[in-house]
C-alpha cells in the first residue's frame, strides 16, 4: 500500500509542473456545498443545489452529476475504495461506480479540463479541452 501512495504522489509531483496550481481530493476526503478544487480555469465544485458540477472560467459547465435540487445539505466523497459519492444524509443520489478494493486514490482536476481518479482504478469526466484551442471567457 506504501508503494500506491508512493506512486500517487509522484504522478502529482508530475501534474504540479505542467500546472500552476494543482487542487486534489484524496481518498475519505468531502467537498462540502460550496466547497471546490481548481486548476487554472477549471473549477469542480460541490454546489449548494447538489449538483456536483466541472466548470471551465467560472461559467460554462463542462460535466454535471446531475443532482441539482434532488437533495439538501449535499456533498461529494471520494470514498476510500475509489468510488466518487454525491451524498444528501446518508442516501446517495449519484455515483462514480468505480468502487474498488481499498486503498489510496487521488481525484485530481488536471490542466487540460478532465477531473480523474488515479490510483488502481480510474474514472475520469472525459472533458479534455483540446490545447490548440484557444479558451475563451
Do not use: H
Amino acid at each position: 500500500m506504501a508503494a500506491k501512495a508512493i506512486g500517487i504522489l509522484a504522478l502529482l509531483a508530475t501534474l504540479s509542473t505542467q500546472a500552476a496550481a494543482v487542487d486534489v481530493l484524496f481518498s475519505g476526503q468531502t467537498l462540502f456545498a460550496g466547497q471546490f478544487i481548481e486548476n487554472g480555469p477549471y473549477r469542480f465544485i460541490m454546489q449548494y443545489d447538489c449538483n456536483l458540477v466541472l466548470y471551465i472560467n467560472g461559467n460554462r459547465a463542462l460535466w454535471a452529476s446531475g443532482t441539482a435540487g434532488k437533495g439538501t445539505d449535499c456533498r461529494a466523497t471520494l470514498q476510500k475504495d475509489a468510488n466518487l459519492v454525491v451524498y444528501t444524509g446518508s442516501r446517495a443520489l449519484w455515483a462514480s461506480g468505480t468502487a474498488r478494493g481499498q486503498s489510496n486514490y487521488v481525484l485530481i482536476v488536471q490542466f487540460d479540463g478532465n477531473v480523474v481518479i488515479y490510483g488502481p482504478s480510474i474514472w475520469a469526466t472525459n472533458t479534455v479541452q483540446s490545447a490548440s484551442r484557444k479558451l475563451k471567457p
